[in-house]
């Protein structure tokens, strides 16, 4: 047999280094081949072991099943918010609903107005059954014992009425179609010199101060301007019988058919009117005395009978007289004339 003899490599040959500088061997060096650098193989990560799939969600049951669905393009619409039903009136938490206000009852009692009875509540001056009430709306019994604490009596005490002579061309109530309101002639210059009432003006007896009634632009006479509600209350209420007189001059002819009809017989817009009081002052002049006051009244009636209003001047309202007032001026109402 063959005898095999293995031979190790040969080593690279190197430079003698023996003799050289530091700067030469440092150089030698530099100039040596360099090895590559030893490369990692590469680790693969192992494949995940297989999973089982996740079941699907159990499909969730319709709600609905019977409802219309929108079609094609249709826009699904929100569903709508409850809507909280409404607080119940105040009145409808009282015990007894139907029992009337209590301004209500004061006015009905004819103790004030009810925009006065409502002052009067706020400020604590009315007592029901000997307790005070000052809530507003508050209701009362018909057969309730109303009592008003003295402060406002005097405050009632402290209201005006006005007495005017009102001219032509002035409206009784507000402003209108760039006429000017009587009320506007209510100054201390225009106060009667010989008004025989002990009253001082002051810039306070004209807040609130209103006509009770109405004289058409084209009359004159006695117009009433009031701060009191009973007053008010007393001439213009709906149950009022406070007489009026009316001088009237009218043109035309008028025969014993036409006088009956003045007096009763005649209806506005479909009311019939109150019976009045109508007679002759004079050949021109005719003299009515009526218990109702509506819009034009007397010259709409004249027109039904054949007859033109060519002037109209109110001189009674009551118990009151124009007088001698003379047209333009005012005077106050004194404490012992009563309507």
């Known amino acids: 047999m063959a005898r095999i003899t293995l031979k190790a490599p040969p080593k690279p040959a190197t430079a003698p280094t023996g003799g050289l500088s530091s700067r030469a061997k440092r150089a030698q060096i530099r100039n040596q081949p360099r090895r590559p650098p030893a490369v990692k193989p590469l680790e693969v990560a192992p494949a995940p072991a297989p999973t089982q799939p996740r079941p699907a969600p159990a499909?969730?049951?319709?709600?609905?099943?019977?409802?219309?669905?929108?079609?094609?393009?249709a826009v699904a619409t929100k569903p709508e918010r409850a809507v909280t039903a409404p607080a119940p009136d105040r009145a409808s938490r009282h015990p007894n609903p139907d029992e009337p206000r209590l301004s209500k009852r004061m006015s009905e009692l004819g103790l004030c107005s009810r925009r006065e009875a409502d002052e009067w509540i706020e400020n604590g001056w009315v007592s029901v059954d000997g307790k005070v009430v000052n809530t507003l709306g508050a209701r009362v019994s018909p057969s309730a014992r109303i009592e008003i604490a003295k402060a406002a009596e005097r405050h009632q005490t402290e209201l005006v009425t006005i007495l005017q002579h009102k001219p032509i061309g002035y409206v009784s109530?507000?402003?209108?179609?760039?006429?000017?309101?009587?009320?506007?002639?209510?100054?201390?210059q225009n106060r009667w010199a010989d008004d025989p009432a002990p009253i001082t003006f002051k810039p306070s007896h004209l807040r609130g101060l209103a006509p009770a009634g109405r004289l058409d632009i084209d009359s004159t006479g006695l117009l009433v301007f009031t701060q009191d509600g009973r007053v008010a209350k007393r001439l213009i209420g709906r149950d009022s019988e406070v007489e009026k007189e009316y001088l009237v001059r009218v043109e035309g002819k008028l025969d014993d058919a036409g006088m009956k009809l003045l007096q009763h017989g005649l209806e506005l817009d479909g009311v019939k009117l109150k019976p009045a009081r109508v007679s002759w002052q004079n050949e021109d002049q005719l003299r009515f005395v009526l218990r109702e006051g509506r819009k034009r009244q007397i010259r709409r009636m004249c027109e039904l009978v054949g007859l033109v209003v060519t002037g109209l001047k109110r001189v009674r309202t009551g118990s009151v007289s124009l007088g001698p007032l003379p047209v333009g001026q005012w005077r106050y109402l004194r404490r012992d004339e009563k309507f």
């Open 59 to 73: 499909p969730r049951p319709r709600t609905d099943r019977g409802k219309p669905r929108p079609g094609r393009g």
């Open 173 to 188: 109530g507000q402003a209108e179609d760039g006429h000017t309101p009587a009320s506007a002639l209510i100054t201390p």
